[in-house]
């Protein structure tokens, strides 16, 4: 079974500029969680969706958001775009009976 | 904030046994103790779960101690490939929405 994939693996943007990074999950998951991850607050759960609604959310700005589709790929945007928010920013799937979250390579953002 | 302390760093030669300890004083009834380890710039990967009983699977072993106020993962033969920072992760498992708090790790160094 494939895993987890994120795409772009690697994306340069400056300030100011918005972006979308996608996921897609394990065959068959119906759970998709986003986490970002920085030297200095390490990893930060940011939300889940869960058959197309966002069924959890952590403590970032209205910045950040996300969706999921009928298929259950999804995608977060980041508007206006902050040096802070550079990051590896990580997608974790979770389904098929069980209850562990599986990662994806995650997508490395660099603002400028 | 996480729920575990973990000491921050253990060293390990090749081949040996690895024990990282987890300290969970606070762990509720229905919570799991879950581990994920995470190598370089990757997405953390799931090693293994329990909730009070002994856990094994090919990768490692989980012990809960009776009080389940600490565990221990146990890497039985550790090889240069098991370098990476290892997470121990309390939470209640019952449901995709719980989101995984992560605390700081333990960097496993392992030696050849």
């Known amino acids: 079974k494939a895993g987890v994939t994120q795409t772009p693996r690697y994306l340069i943007k400056t300030r100011g500029q918005q972006v979308t990074l996608s996921c897609s999950p394990i065959?068959?998951?119906?759970?998709v969680s986003w986490y970002q991850q920085t030297p200095g607050q390490g990893l930060q759960f940011l939300f889940e969706?869960?058959?197309?609604?966002?069924?959890n959310k952590g403590n970032f700005p209205g910045r950040f958001s996300g969706r999921q589709f009928s298929n259950s790929r999804s995608e977060m945007n980041v508007s206006t775009l902050e040096l802070g928010d550079s990051a590896l920013y990580l997608c974790?799937?979770?389904?098929?009976?069980?209850?562990?979250?599986?990662f994806g390579p995650g997508t490395r953002l660099t603002v400028t | 904030d996480a729920k575990t302390t973990q000491p921050p760093s253990m060293d390990c030669a090749e081949g040996r046994a690895a024990n990282l300890p987890c300290n969970h004083s606070t762990i509720s009834g229905n919570e799991y103790v879950y581990w994920y380890r995470q190598i370089h710039s990757q997405g953390p990967q799931y090693i293994i779960h329990g909730l009070k009983n002994n856990e094994t699977n090919e990768m490692a072993s989980l012990i809960i101690t009776e009080d389940r106020k600490s565990s221990t993962l146990i890497l039985p033969h550790a090889t240069l490939r098991d370098t990476a920072v290892y997470y121990c992760i309390v939470r209640w498992a019952q449901g995709g929405s719980e989101k995984l708090v992560f605390g700081k790790g333990t960097k496993l160094t392992v030696n050849p």
């Open positions: 065959s068959g998951h119906r759970s």
């Open positions: 974790a799937s979770t389904g098929g009976g069980g209850y562990e979250q599986y």
């Open positions: 969706y869960f058959s197309e609604t966002q069924r």
